[in-house]
């Protein structure tokens, strides 16, 4: 398990086309704001491999772009063994990532595993899942990533 300061951070959902890249681009944005961005690594991961190699979903894009943050550059991965040693922190977005997360944990990983509100905020909601939402659940997730975001980046 590491410990703050931290240097780099995984955001993992599902998909990885909807909230990790969304947290990843707000993370980013946030840490720029405060001059730490060049001192840490962020990236996305999603826990499932189905939109391996696509670009976020057109309305994470969308709703990034309304907040002057551009995400269309992102392309979807799937979380791997080795982001367990590679990163200091692995951040999932629901209970269903964290469950996933710890299945796959490899003997030897050192990072530290956090439900992203819960780590960031000390609030146990969860980002919920939107991609069978609306328009309005995809700035709903972006309100609650900016502020789990803003939260965490005093751990860096
Ligand atoms: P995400 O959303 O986990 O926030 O990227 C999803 C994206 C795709 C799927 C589910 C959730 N899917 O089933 O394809």
Known sequence: MTK??????LFVCLGNICRSPLAEGVFRSVLAGEGKHLSVEIDSAGTNGYHTGEAPDRRSIHVARNHGIDIS?????????????????LVGMDRANMA??????????TATIGLFNEFALGDP?????????SDADFERVYRMVLAASKGLSKLF
């Open 4 to 9: 703050p300061p931290y240097r780099s951070v």
């Open 73 to 89: 550059d992102q392309r979807c991965r799937q979380l791997t063994h080795r982001d367990f040693t590679r990163f200091d922190l």
């Open 100 to 109: 996933t997360i710890a299945t796959r944990r490899p003997g030897g990983g």
């Open 125 to 133: 909601a969860e980002i919920p899942d939107p991609y069978y939402g």
